[in-house]
C-alpha cells in the first residue's frame, strides 16, 4: 500500500512539476565594443537603444514565429532561411522578412562597426571598390547619395552579386539583401531609430559620421567569404 501511494505521488509529483522552456532558436548577439565606445559619432545612449530594444524586439518577434514553426526553421540560420523566400510557409512570410530581416540586418550592422575604425579599405577589397567604382571617394558618393535616397525607413548595402561584382542597393523596411540573392558584406540603417537621439532629423550628418566608425577588417572579411 505505501509502495501504492508513493508511486501515485511520483506520478503528480511529475505531472505538476514547472517544464523547462525550451531555448530560443535565434539569440541576440553581443557587441564587441561597448556603447559607448563609437562616440561621439553614435552615441551610447543611441547605440543601446538600438540593440537592447529594437535589435532585440526583432529578435524576440521572430522567436515567437520559430516556436509555431519549429520543423520548418530547426538547423537553419536565418540567413538561409532569407536567402530562400520561396519555401517559408505563406503564412509566415511576410512576418520573417519582417523580424528575421530586421534580426538578420542588424546583426551585420552591429559587427561591421568598430571603434577607431573609419578611413578607407585596402587589399583585395580595395582593389575592387577601385575597379568597380573609379576610387573611394566615388564609391563614397554613390553610397551617400544611396542612403539619402532611401525612402522613409530602410538600408543601403554594398554587395557581392553571384559574378562576384560589387553594387550598391538599397532596401525598404528590413527586407534583406539575402533575398534577392546577392551578399551584403556592409549595410548602413537609415531607420530614424539609427540616429534620430543625436542627429534628430539630419540624416546627412548622421550619414557622414557613420563611414568614421566603419570596420573595413570585418566588411574585407566579408568580402574574401563571399568570394569563395
Do not use: C
Amino acid at each position: 500500500m505505501k509502495k501504492l501511494i508513493a508511486g501515485i505521488m511520483f506520478g503528480l509529483m511529475a505531472l505538476t512539476a514547472p517544464q523547462a522552456t525550451p531555448a530560443p532558436q535565434y539569440t541576440l548577439p553581443p557587441l564587441n565594443y561597448k556603447y559607448d565606445a563609437l562616440e561621439p559619432y553614435i552615441d551610447a545612449k543611441t547605440m543601446e537603444i538600438h540593440h537592447t530594444k529594437h535589435h532585440q524586439a526583432y529578435l524576440d518577434k521572430l522567436n515567437a514565429i520559430v516556436a509555431d514553426h519549429e520543423d520548418f526553421f530547426k538547423g537553419k540560420t536565418i540567413e538561409e532561411v532569407l536567402s530562400q523566400l520561396d519555401e517559408i510557409p505563406e503564412e509566415i512570410r511576410q512576418g520573417v522578412i519582417n523580424q528575421g530581416g530586421g534580426f538578420a540586418n542588424h546583426n551585420l550592422f552591429f559587427n561591421i562597426l568598430a571603434p577607431n575604425s573609419g578611413g578607407a579599405p585596402t587589399g583585395a577589397l580595395g582593389e575592387a571598390i577601385n575597379t568597380t567604382f573609379g576610387n573611394f571617394e566615388n564609391f563614397q558618393k554613390e553610397f551617400n547619395q544611396a542612403l539619402t535616397e532611401v525612402f522613409g525607413s530602410g538600408w543601403a548595402w554594398l554587395v557581392v552579386d553571384h559574378d562576384h561584382h560589387l553594387k550598391i542597393i538599397k532596401t525598404a523596411n528590413q527586407d534583406s539583401p539575402l533575398s534577392l540573392e546577392v551578399t551584403p558584406i556592409l549595410g548602413v540603417d537609415v531607420w530614424e531609430h539609427a540616429y534620430y537621439l543625436k542627429y534628430q532629423n539630419r540624416r546627412p550628418e548622421y550619414i557622414e559620421a557613420i563611414w568614421h566608425v566603419i570596420d573595413w577588417n570585418n566588411v574585407a572579411a566579408r568580402y574574401e567569404k563571399a568570394l569563395n
